[in-house]
């Protein structure tokens, strides 16, 4: 059922009760917390940008990292209230509390199109235990919820779920609405031929993906670790390659679906492979490519696909209309195992006809150090949150929404 968004109520001269996702990457440079990535506050300005510009009184809640539920400074969400005043070039109100007197306060203050910027919510640890009388005291701070932490989404905390519950009207934001329309509507029915590229560590980890995207894809590419546990279903050998021996059967179940059901299901036909890797140290030795075909022998590693593979995948994605791509081609953090992962980004960019859609995680940052992000239709802000919503389930966040009549 689609949801009610911000446009759908009015919000001049009331208390909107905002959540964002602003749990962003940081360096400590010089004794400060800086930001090194602000594309999750960029994308909740539309929201933010709305509700000023219609009057609102905007109370912003979000998490920053784990605080474990107790105040931890290296955790505080200021640094954040400080560019986000440089991106909406207006001020943004700090209180640093969440709830109490100075919260009160500063809402009792308030004047139209203000917005101030609550305390991490994890410093309280009723926050993730989604403690009822929490998420009550949360939405006396507003009249209007609007949720647009896609990226928190998927977890039932106070602030995310708890908190829809207790006010007039529980909405999303443009944020959310756009997360939704790509990752769950324009799945619905994709333009064909509809590829889907999963990679990443552990066919566990994606099991479910893979089993409901085989009722919709056309075709599926399978690289990242996960490759491994499915060349040993086929009998090949992986050497030392990270690999799950204990869900061969349900990869061979998957393989079996496919072929049931028509769908093409690419494996590598070759790989990047190395005798010795130190993720630590960001470094690989010595390193060759298979021949295609070629299992990996003993004392080798699986760290990338190959140029083959490369090949071949690209040419499905040259000819799709609808892509989807959760998880990296292999260890891309480091350079010499990075090929593989930045050319199914590049392949990705160059068919400009085609729905491209990022589902958050290691992709995203793959597509931005490719350079690529801007030739791309749509990059998710959530990775758990996306891996949930394309395995079909129910985000406890946008459940608890107001539903469109």
Not at 183 to 191: K, R
Not at 248 to 261: E, G, H, M, Y
Not at 385 to 403: H, I, Y
Request: glycine share 10%.
């Amino acid at each position: 059922m689609p949801k009610l968004t911000v446009r759908d109520v009015d919000v001049t001269g009331k208390r909107v009760l905002l959540r964002v996702d602003f749990n962003v990457p940081v360096d400590e440079r010089d004794g400060k917390q800086v930001i090194t990535d602000d594309t999750r506050i960029r994308e909740s300005l539309p929201t933010i940008n709305y509700l000023r510009e219609h009057g609102a009184r905007t109370i912003i809640m979000a998490h920053f990292g784990r605080p474990k539920g107790k105040p931890n400074p290296k955790y505080s969400l200021r640094p954040v209230a400080d560019h986000l005043h440089t991106l909406i070039n207006h001020p943004v109100i700090f209180s640093q509390d969440v709830l109490g007197p100075t919260p009160e306060r500063i809402i009792e203050h308030m004047k139209n199109g203000d917005v101030a910027l609550l305390e991490n919510v994890r410093f309280h640890e009723e926050e993730e235990k989604n403690d009822p009388a929490f998420a009550q005291a949360l939405a006396k701070l507003g009249e209007i919820y609007v949720n647009d932490a896609f990226g928190a989404a998927h977890r039932a905390h106070a602030s995310t779920e708890g908190v829809a519950h207790y006010v007039p009207k529980a909405v999303a934001g443009f944020l959310m609405e756009k997360e939704l329309t790509y990752l769950q509507d324009e799945l619905q029915n994709p333009a064909r031929p509809f590829v889907v590229i999963l990679g990443g560590a552990k066919v566990s980890d994606k099991i479910s993906v893979i089993d409901r995207l085989l009722d919709r894809a056309n075709t599926i590419l399978i690289g990242g670790a996960m490759a491994y546990t499915f060349s040993l279903a086929l009998g090949k050998t992986v050497g030392k390659s990270l690999s799950e021996p204990d869900k061969v059967n349900t990869a061979k179940a998957a393989l079996d679906k496919a072929k049931a059901r028509g769908v093409k299901f690419l494996l590598p036909v070759d790989n990047y492979i190395v005798e010795h890797l130190d993720f630590d140290a960001k470094s690989v030795s010595p390193g060759r490519y298979t021949q295609p075909g070629e299992d990996i022998p003993d004392g080798w590693e699986g760290v990338d696909i190959g140029p083959e593979t490369v090949k071949l995948f690209a040419a499905e994605v040259a000819g799709a209309k609808t892509v989807v791509w959760n998880g990296p081609m292999g260890v891309f953090e480091i350079k010499e195992c990075a090929k593989g992962t930045f050319a199914i980004a590049e392949a990705i960019a160059a068919n400009s006809g085609c729905k491209s859609i990022i589902g958050g995680g290691d992709s995203v940052k793959a597509v931005k150090r490719a350079g690529v992000a801007d030739k791309v239709t749509f990059i998710s802000t959530g990775g758990g949150a996306s891996l949930e919503l394309l395995e079909g389930k129910t985000l406890p966040g946008v459940a608890a929404l107001a539903d469109k009549t």
